[in-house]
């Protein structure tokens, strides 16, 4: 990011999602809020929307909002000013955002998925709004297999041509990336007490009035975290610097260990792993691309590749646990094996050996 944008943008960042992809570590806290690579995900967020030089942050909240205020406050830690807005009712991302209009104070808002890691040059953003003077602008970037994405084709001058919500034959590459500048006017005219989709009221609707709604392709690292795998993958990122933050509690590299834990020697923590606060890691244990959450127990021997351990759970020794979720306050005995997308709840218990996906005892 060269320079800040300045006082006269604000943010607005929608953290009102229920996470369901991500349960059952989202039965007890917002996606937004889980630990990643050390801090609440929103942390990372609202630390690169202070480095930008924005000071005002309206934070749209519905689940567990209170959440949200207890750990954030005023923002004044983080050098910003906190406002919050609840959603009693689902209102979708466009009605989401039309329930913050109150409290805008200028003619400009950035606007933030606050489930998504990237790297965008939000100054380069801002900037593009301005020289086209658009109505709207996204951020727009490429990725392989853009059908399971909201498509959006855009001319030779980079103004949005159409939106086309998952397309099984898209024309373009180029997709949503879920951050946007919108022009306070915008907000105003999205209607209110009911759920409006930017996808596929919002942004239609401006293209179809004539609005100039300019696309910014912007093309640097770009994740959803919202699926198990994402989540892991996003972490790890950060932890190895391959992800932009401003909020990283202590310095890039193979593993993050947080304060209070202990590590035995001759354990092995690679791949971006992230130790929680007060975890233990015994003797000949592998912590692979892994985020242990705070209090997590991990006994001599054990594996954990590529998944989620929730606060104080247990994992036995010799258990491996590969791409896996595993809830708060769950205990695995010794010698389990648990693989590919399997979850478990909260504080269930597994006896030694009780699940095995292979023929080895």
Not at 4 to 21: F, P
Not at 80 to 100: F, H, K, M
Not at 323 to 336: F, H, K, Q
Request: proline residues 6%; glycine residues 14%.
């Amino acid at each position: 990011m060269t320079e800040s944008v300045g006082d006269a943008v604000e943010a607005i960042v929608l953290v009102g999602g229920k996470g369901t992809r991500l349960r059952p570590l989202t039965l007890s806290a917002p996606k937004p809020m889980l630990p990643t690579a050390g801090v609440p995900f929103l942390t990372h967020l609202l630390s690169r929307i202070r480095a930008a030089g924005i000071r005002h942050v309206i934070l749209g909240t519905s689940y567990q909002a209170e959440v949200f205020s207890e750990h954030f406050g005023d923002g004044a830690a983080l050098g910003l000013e906190l406002d919050y807005v609840v959603e009693d009712e689902p209102l979708g991302t466009g009605g989401a955002i039309g329930n913050v209009r109150h409290l805008l104070r200028g003619d400009t808002a950035m606007i933030f998925n606050g489930d998504i890691l990237t790297g965008c040059d939000l100054t380069g953003l801002l900037d593009e709004h301005r020289r086209t003077g658009a109505d709207v602008t996204l951020h727009l970037t490429t990725v392989d297999d853009p059908r399971a994405f909201g498509c959006v084709p855009t001319d030779g001058d980079g103004r949005v041509t159409a939106f086309l919500e998952k397309d099984p034959n898209p024309v373009t590459d180029q997709i949503n990336a879920g951050t946007y500048v919108f022009a306070r006017a915008v907000v105003e005219a999205i209607p209110s007490g009911r759920p409006v989709s930017v996808e596929h009221e919002t942004f239609p609707g401006l293209l179809a009035d004539g609005a100039r709604v300019t696309g910014y392709l912007d093309t640097s690292y770009w994740r959803d975290l919202g699926k198990p795998a994402d989540f892991v993958a996003g972490s790890a990122d950060l932890v190895r610097g391959i992800a932009p933050t401003e909020a990283l509690p202590g310095p890039t590299g193979e593993a993050l260990v947080l304060p209070g834990a202990k590590v035995a020697d001759g354990a092995i923590l690679t791949g971006g792993a992230t130790v929680g606060r007060y975890c233990v890691v015994e003797a000949g244990a592998v912590i692979d691309g892994s985020v242990l959450f705070d209090g997590v127990r991990v006994a001599a021997g054990a594996t954990v590749r590529d998944s989620i351990v929730g606060r104080n759970a247990v994992v036995g020794a010799g258990t491996v646990l590969d791409t896996v979720v595993i809830g708060d306050r769950a205990v695995l005995g010794s010698g389990i094996e648990l693989l590919a997308g399997a979850r478990v709840w909260p504080d269930v218990e597994l006896p030694d050996g009780s699940v095995r996906f292979s023929a080895d005892s």
